[in-house]
């Protein structure tokens, strides 16, 4: 018997969009949307409130390419739109303005809205306490009675900064999970969904759900033997590699004359965590400057020893492959997967582009015909297997939703 409804819809129309999700959902609790920057915010999100009633949540916001298992490849110009309801699960939806200009302000802001507005669920407290009870410790360490789903503004810079002041508010037992908001590179500013039109804005939707749930983060690169040491940084800029100037540096690492985006989305660089797994997170260039620096898409500190990473179609086949597996596992390997929403970098898709890589096709292989959304973003958030939060470039993030309960 099934405890999750999910509906999907997926069109350049966003009455058809809205219609395809409805089919399956009369009564949702939260609808994602996730559309192309060109269009009117403010007409896709009255659509959907319409369709939706005004009890169910609306999360969502502009991209760089929109994705679902309706369609057989990324679109551009689209709107796609998944729709969830269930009885066990409550969603709270908090939006901080102006996050570039105080990502603390903006972190408090939408989270004590979240909270505020998170419906108190009897029925999901009682299965938690259920399933502490009757399952193996070590099934019962896997519980997640908290999920938080972030879309900060991709054009605010201000993601890290973003998510320590979440922490600091929240602490670090609940889960993140997210994308940065993203446009067509026409534009200055991106568009978040909170329950309304937000531009420049930070947004949380907390989850409390008797569902399961589970997340991961994987890239497709493995580091090389070339690096350097970040000596002087501030941000995400970094001004010297090794005492020198970090364009020289980075021209040499990467084998060319002279810098421009196509090296610098193909030349990404790595960050060992600090965790026991210690793997690589990916830090990839935005820009070069006359002055000598680079500006990365996310912050580099100083002091850290950055290789160059590399990749081939196999390995990036089969990292996505585990990425999606790990997140199963993370959600209890329920038998029923009822969605995966998945949060995908630009720079990954171009990649994907490039070596011809069908994530459906994986999406497939490992979790059956099941919906799917998500979108490429300007940068992703999530945990490392060890637990460390961060904020990632040319990196998938990945959530499941499984038709299943907790106390299954």
């Known amino acids: 018997m099934a405890v ?45 409130r319409r369709a939706v009633g ?12 929109e994705f679902s298992s309706l ?28 996050l570039a200009e105080d990502p603390r302000a903006a972190a408090r802001t939408a989270l004590a809205e979240a909270q ?18 009757t399952k193996k410790s070590a099934d019962a360490a896997r519980l997640k009675p908290f999920v938080n789903i972030i879309l900060p503004d991709g054009c605010s810079g201000r993601e890290e900064a973003f998510i320590r002041h979440v922490i600091e508010e929240a602490g670090n037992v609940a889960r993140i999970i997210g994308g940065s908001t993203a446009n067509d590179f026409t534009g200055s500013d991106t568009v978040q969904f909170g329950n309304g039109v937000h531009r420049g804005a ?10 399961k749930i589970g997340t991961a983060m ?13 000596t002087r940084t501030r941000g995400r800029t970094v001004f010297e590699f090794d005492g020198r100037p970090a364009t020289e540096v980075v021209a040499e690492l990467c084998g060319v004359e002279a810098l421009d985006p196509a090296v ?25 400057h006359d002055d000598g620096s680079v500006t990365f898409y996310a912050e580099v500190p100083e002091g850290a020893y950055l ?51 069908d994530d459906l096709a994986i999406v497939r292989e490992v979790a059956g015909d099941v919906p799917m959304i998500g979108f490429n973003t300007f940068g992703e958030q999530g945990n490392t297997q060890g637990g460390a939060i961060g904020h990632y470039n040319q990196t998938a993030t990945i959530l499941v939703i499984g038709d299943e309960l907790i106390s299954q």
């Open 4 to 48: 999750l409804k999910v509906g999907l819809g997926h069109a350049t129309r966003v009455s058809e969009a809205v219609a395809g999700a409805m089919q399956q959902t009369p009564k949702p609790d939260l609808a994602i949307v996730f559309c192309g920057y060109g269009f009117d915010a403010e007409a896709v999100h009255a659509e959907v």
């Open 54 to 65: 005004e009890r169910a949540a609306i999360i969502g916001g502009s991209t760089a390419g």
């Open 71 to 98: 369609r057989a490849e990324p679109q551009r110009d689209s709107v796609a739109i998944m729709t969830l309801q269930s009885s066990y699960l409550s969603v709270g939806v908090g939006v901080g303005p102006a």
């Open 116 to 133: 505020r507005t998170l419906r108190s669920n009897p029925t999901v407290m009682s299965l938690m306490l259920l399933a502490l009870d």
């Open 202 to 211: 930070g947004v949380v939707a907390t989850l409390t759900s008797g569902l």
């Open 218 to 230: 994987g890239h497709p690169y493995v580091p090389s033997e070339r690096g350097a040491v970040a």
């Open 264 to 288: 610098f989305a193909q030349n990404p660089f790595g960050l060992k965590s600090s965790d026991v797994f210690a793997e690589y997170t990916i830090k990839s260039i935005m820009a070069a």
């Open 307 to 357: 290789r160059l990473m590399t990749t081939d179609r196999d390995h990036a086949v089969e990292s996505f492959r585990q990425t999606l597996q790990r997140a199963v596992q993370d959600a209890g390997n329920p038998r029923r997967i009822g969605a995966i929403v998945v949060f995908n970098c630009i720079l990954r898709h171009l990649l994907k582009c490039r070596i011809e890589i």
